[in-house]
């Protein structure tokens, strides 16, 4: 199976770039851009990967983002990341960014995107990877700031494929951001959203009818309400499920409690992807490798998740038969 899972080309559609920084790479442009970090050693960060919840990783996450400055640092960070892709034979990623969170930071926008993009296309010259970008807007922070952010993002329109909401969820429900979806869907733009990782599953609802999403990142909770899992299976809505960053943020005790299996079984559209994978356990192959081992799920059966991927991507028909 490990050879198989390895060989496997896949697809991811749930990757913040932001959490893609391995502490080596975060120790060595802290240094560079001289900013000074309260852990004295690589080791000593990494043992700090202990997490409880969602927010116990966020406050670590947000702070890793700090050493991020220029668009060399947004570049090198996008390329390692492609590079890793093109060792997992990862044909396509649908890659979020936190552009809040940077500006917060004082780096404009335009050094984050044009960083990350520039990336974006040497990888798809290099190796052929095809990618997406999509825009998160933080939920824990006001709509009047997530309106900002797409109005600053408009002129960047062709290089964005999609929105989406992500950080703290419990406390910040899909509907406090139904006016700047609507703007970003008048834009043009498709719409996901992170909803039931670990809020309620009212948070899928409600970013099913209030945001018009087409996607929703995580969903997990959505088995607290089999209404609405009838409901994302006749829409065949996709889920973008991360096993292991649900085991490291506690949503499940540990992987063989995952409902992952059960959702498949239930006729959803599930994903399989890595989150944060230089926080939460692991890239691609790790994901789909736990799965594979812990479910005793056949190869047929982790091929479909690429299957599946493909169809819930933001490429267009002509491309996912490419793919196919
Ligand atoms: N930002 C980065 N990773 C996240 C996650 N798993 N949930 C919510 N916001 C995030
Ligand atoms: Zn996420």
């Not at 990877?129 to 797409?150: D, N, Y």
């Not at 733009?189 to 990142?217: C, F, K, M, Y």
């Not at 959803?268 to 192959?285: K, Q, R, V």
Request: proline fraction near 4%; charged fraction near 25%; charge should be negative.
């Amino acid at each position: 199976m490990k050879g198989f899972i390895s060989g496997l080309p896949k697809v991811e559609l749930h990757l913040h770039i932001e959490g893609t920084l391995e502490p080596e790479m975060l120790f060595t442009i802290a240094q560079k851009n001289g900013v000074t970090l309260p852990f004295e050693s690589i080791a000593a960060l990494r043992d700090a990967y202990q997490f409880n919840d969602l927010q116990s990783f966020l406050d670590l996450y947000y702070w890793g983002a700090k050493v991020l400055r220029t668009e060399q640092d947004f570049y090198d960070l996008t390329f390692a990341y492609l590079e890793r892709c093109h060792d997992e034979h990862v044909m396509h990623t649908e890659i979020f960014f936190d552009p809040q969170s940077h500006m917060q930071n004082g780096v404009a926008f335009a050094t984050v995107l044009n960083g990350i993009d520039r990336a974006l296309q040497e990888g798809k010259a290099q190796w052929g990877i095809s990618s997406g970008l999509i825009l998160c807007f933080l939920r824990h922070l006001s709509e009047a700031s997530a309106i900002e952010t797409l109005r600053q993002a408009l002129p960047y329109k062709e290089k964005i494929i999609a929105v989406g909401l992500d950080s703290s969820e419990i406390g910040h429900p899909p509907e406090k951001f139904v006016q700047v979806f609507a703007m970003a869907r008048e834009a043009g733009w498709p719409t996901v959203a992170h909803a039931g990782e670990e809020g309620p599953s009212e948070n899928i609802w409600r970013a099913l009818e209030d945001l018009q999403v087409s996607r929703i990142d995580h969903g997990v909770r959505c088995s607290d309400d089999s209404a609405l899992v009838e409901t994302l299976r006749q829409r065949y809505v996709p889920l973008t499920v991360c096993p292991l960053s649900n085991v490291k943020l506690q949503v499940f005790d540990d992987l063989s409690q995952h409902n992952i299996m059960q959702l498949v079984e239930q006729g959803l559209c599930i994903t399989i992807n890595s989150d944060d994978p230089a926080y939460l356990g692991g890239y691609m192959t790790a994901n789909m490798l736990a799965v594979a081992e812990t479910f005793d799920v056949s190869k047929a059966e982790m091929a479909r998740f690429t299957e599946r991927a493909i169809t819930a991507s933001f490429l267009p028909e002509e491309e996912k038969d490419v793919l196919r």
